[in-house]
């Protein structure tokens, strides 16, 4: 999100670590769970229907479609899917954070 400019800017004006502190707050206000991903997980470019990663997505692609499985996806639904499986996934586990940096390793081990 940093390399968006705009979205940086917004979310420099707001400061991550109070949006963070609100979302919290009103989990706890509700009685949810709160589940934290970790910021490198490839929300974007893991498709949602088989789960291959792309080894690159910039960001003026808004659409694409998965070399394995040929699933069109929407960069942003995608996400998003990928977000809420990977939030239910730590939930069933009983863990407050998710391990996703172990599993982007284990996935991407050319990457550092
Ligand atoms: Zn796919």
Redesign the pocket.
């Known amino acids: 999100m940093v390399q968006n400019h705009c979205l940086a800017k917004s979310i420099s004006d707001v400061g991550w670590g109070e949006f963070v502190r609100q979302l919290e707050y009103k989990a706890a206000w509700y009685g949810r769970t709160l589940v934290k991903i970790d910021k490198w997980y490839p929300s974007s470019k893991r ?1 949602s ?2 789960g ?1 990663v792309l080894d690159s997505l910039s960001l003026d692609v808004r659409f694409w479609m ?1 070399p ?2 040929h ?1 069109f996806h929407d960069r942003d639904n995608n996400a998003a899917k990928n977000v809420l499986a990977a939030g239910l996934a730590v939930s069933a586990c009983g863990e407050k954070e998710s391990r996703m940096v172990t599993l982007r390793h284990l996935r991407q081990p050319h990457r550092a």
């Open positions: 498709c229907h088989c291959h998965c394995e499985c699933t």
